[in-house]
């Protein structure tokens, strides 16, 4: 199983951004995932899950509104839209699956908002 | 939000056994994992299901889950066990996200 993110970087408040994340290994719609993030220095803080079976989506009340979760099963890949981004969304996002136990990690994209 | 409760900070000399609780209202009803983190690494999980070890994590990780009280128990510390330890554990019932807990930071003297 492997997870490879990208997208991350630095932005301004108030800008959108689009993490991607590629898996291989495993068949991807069976499998639901997740994004979790890590501000520097603190701890971990899940973000948002999108279901294996059926594509439900759920966030973080942090993140409702303005994050949305996606999968392009053909692709095998899944990403998070970020918009309207603020300077606490700072931190590494990882992907991870599957959602019962995150058993696989992906390394982590850091995204840095400020002016 | 349901909120899991660890201690920031454990410490252990090598070889000594170290206990890392998480304490959540009734969490014994729930199946528990725990993930390690290094410095500059992504986590990887140590423990699922309470007690279970995924392939390739040493017999000296163990896991257990009663009452209030979670704990993962690792037994002769190694230098290379230092690191941050996380619970959490997911709503299987409502295919929903569960909580982390806020981390311990294992010190091995």
């Known amino acids: 199983v492997q997870l490879v993110e990208s997208g991350g970087g630095l932005v301004l408040p108030g800008k959108s951004l689009r993490l991607s994340c590629v898996t291989s290994g495993f068949t991807f719609q069976s499998w639901g995932m997740s994004w979790v993030r890590q501000a520097p220095g603190k701890g971990l803080e899940w973000v948002s899950s999108?279901?294996?079976?059926?594509?439900?989506?759920y966030y973080a009340d942090s993140v409702k509104g303005r994050f949305t979760v996606s999968r392009d099963i053909s692709k095998s890949t899944l990403y998070l839209q970020m918009n309207s981004l603020r300077v606490d969304d700072t931190a590494t996002y990882y992907c991870?699956?599957?959602?019962?136990?995150?058993?696989?990690w992906g390394q982590g994209t850091l995204v840095t908002v400020s002016s | 939000s349901y909120v899991l409760t660890q201690p920031p900070s454990v410490s252990v000399a090598p070889g000594q056994t170290a206990r890392i609780t998480c304490e959540g209202n009734?969490?014994?009803?729930?199946?528990v994992h725990w993930s390690q983190q290094k410095p500059g690494q992504a986590p990887v999980l140590v423990v699922y299901?309470?007690?279970d070890r995924p392939s390739g994590i040493p017999e000296r990780f163990s896991g257990s889950n009663s009452g209030n009280t979670a704990t993962l128990t690792i037994s002769r510390v190694e230098a290379g066990d230092e690191a941050d330890y996380y619970c959490h554990f997911w709503e299987r019932s409502s295919e929903r996200w569960g909580g982390f807990g806020g981390g311990t930071k294992l010190t091995v003297l």
């Open positions: 299901d309470d007690r």
């Open positions: 991870a699956t599957p959602n019962w136990a995150f058993d696989h």
């Open positions: 009734n969490i014994g009803s729930k199946s």
């Open positions: 999108i279901s294996g079976s059926d594509g439900s989506t």
